[in-house]
């Protein structure tokens, strides 16, 4: 039996894990790869070229070629996804989500929110505590 889960109209249509994935390049595979497996990890452009055997100036040409967004884009909405999964399945407070989604600072997450969402962090937790009680 098969069963579709069901998404809200707020959730984007696709998941930023798997958007821009559709190249075949296996360094910028190799880099998504290492950060989807640790978003929350202070990722450095040299630490992420030195994952992939490239320079950085090399690795960001690569990366924005194949996938037409920066690494740092890139890192961002992953981390942005992992906190609003945070936000609407834990009850933790702001400091502890910025810093399991890697953010340095609960100022610095609400700052990030704000660039990709209408919507603050508490605002966008609301009614998603309603569905939990």
């Known amino acids: ?17 798997v958007m821009h994935r559709n190249h075949i390049h296996p360094v910028v595979h190799k880099v998504q790869d290492a950060v989807a497996k640790n978003p929350a990890h202070p990722w450095s452009l040299p630490e992420l070229a030195d994952i992939a055997c490239t320079s ?11 996938t037409g967004i920066s690494v740092q884009e890139y890192l ?30 609960a100022r610095q997450f609400r700052r990030v929110w704000g660039n990709f969402h209408d919507e603050s962090p508490r605002a966008y937790r609301a009614p998603q505590e309603n569905l939990r009680h």
């Open 1 to 17: 039996m098969v069963v579709y889960m069901r998404r809200a109209g707020s959730d984007p249509q696709l998941s930023p894990w």
């Open 56 to 66: 950085s100036r090399h690795l960001t040409r690569l990366f924005k070629t194949h």
């Open 76 to 105: 961002t909405s992953l981390r942005l996804s992992l906190a609003s999964k945070l936000l609407s399945q834990t009850g933790w407070s702001m400091d502890r989500v910025a810093q399991a989604s890697g953010f340095g600072s």
